[in-house]
């Protein structure tokens, strides 16, 4: 199955994209886990749309959503074996060691 971005037609923010054959929870739970990797999912989505995509597709059949939000409910960071189980666990940590996708950057050109 594919998963297609719909952009709400009142705002930008990436917060308010639905992502079309799944709930919301799994498409939270990626917002979440980028903001504890201080990934700025709106770079993202703007530079590598395809890989947004990729990401989101992942997270809506990922097996481990219970696993996932427990992790980071209760750390407030990023949890020690995120990467064990989750899917897009290379692709958010080769991003986050990218400049220009994080938040101090975006935050030092704004």
């Keep these: 199955m594919s998963m297609t971005l719909h952009q709400h037609p009142n705002n930008q ?13 799994a498409f939270d739970l990626l917002l979440m886990r980028m903001e504890a990797l201080q990934l700025e999912p709106d770079e993202v989505r703007r530079i590598e749309s395809r890989v947004f995509a ?3 597709e992942a997270c809506g059949k990922c097996e481990s959503k219970d696993k996932c939000e ?3 409910r209760s750390a ?3 949890e020690h074996d ?9 692709t958010l940590s080769a991003l986050a060691a990218l400049p220009w996708f994080g938040k101090a950057r975006t935050k030092a050109t704004s």
């Design 13 to 25: 923010n990436v917060e308010h994209h639905v992502v079309a054959g799944f709930g919301s929870s």
């Design 54 to 56: 990729d990401l989101a």
């Design 70 to 72: 427990r992790g980071l």
């Design 76 to 78: 407030g960071a990023v």
């Design 82 to 90: 995120w990467e064990s189980y989750c899917p897009n666990a290379a």
